[in-house]
């Protein structure tokens, strides 16, 4: 069931402008009873403001008037004609100070032993640019010469996850990396 919009404020304007149940309120905005009764007690969303939901078209009047009637009644939401925002991507991906200089470790590991991931899938993996992992491909990049492969897991800069889920778009086996044997140890 979609829930209102602002629900914490939702829940503040519905104990204070009606006399529904806790029950009733915590039903339609998604929360527990006790923390809509802690926000009736004060205790909770003391700075919110509360948000209306009749006048911004989510509830009527009469169906407040209805569930205050009965309390086993439970509010509906009213339906939209708005449309359902777009779910954003993550965005730029950031990567503390510290963790930096191991990027280039982890772009020389995904490369050496995910040979299928694409530039862009390492870069979004990872956070870094196209021309860092062209540069560490092509050991021009300004610190080649102590560069290790490391796993970016162990690194802590991507989880294993999303490194399973890059390798499996890029048709490849995340259980087994390319670039090692039975006979060999990872790093």
């Known amino acids: 069931m979609p829930l209102p919009l602002m629900p914490k404020a939702t829940a503040v304007w519905l104990i204070e402008k009606t006399s529904l149940s806790f029950e009733q309120i915590a039903d339609f905005v998604g929360m527990h009873p006790l923390e ?45 004609t708005t449309p359902a925002p777009k779910s954003r991507g993550r965005g730029a991906r950031y990567t503390p100070i ?56 162990i690194l802590g800069l991507c989880s294993q996850s999303d490194l399973n889920a890059a390798v499996t778009a890029a048709g490849g086996n995340p259980a087994a990396p390319a670039g090692l044997g039975e006979d060999e140890e990872a790093l």
């Open 36 to 80: 809509v009764q802690a926000i009736a007690d004060g205790e909770v969303a003391q700075g919110i403001v509360g948000y209306d939901p009749v006048q911004n078209g989510q509830l009527t009047r009469e169906e407040i008037a209805r569930c205050e009637g009965s309390p086993d009644a439970r509010l509906r939401l009213l339906e939209t």
């Open 98 to 153: 510290s963790k930096r200089n191991d990027r280039p470790d982890a772009i020389a590991f995904l490369l050496r032993n995910y040979p299928q991931l694409s530039e862009a899938q390492i870069g979004k993996l990872l956070g870094t640019t196209k021309d860092t992992i062209a540069k560490v491909r092509d050991r021009t990049h300004w610190n080649s010469a102590n560069i290790k492969p490391r796993d970016p897991v």
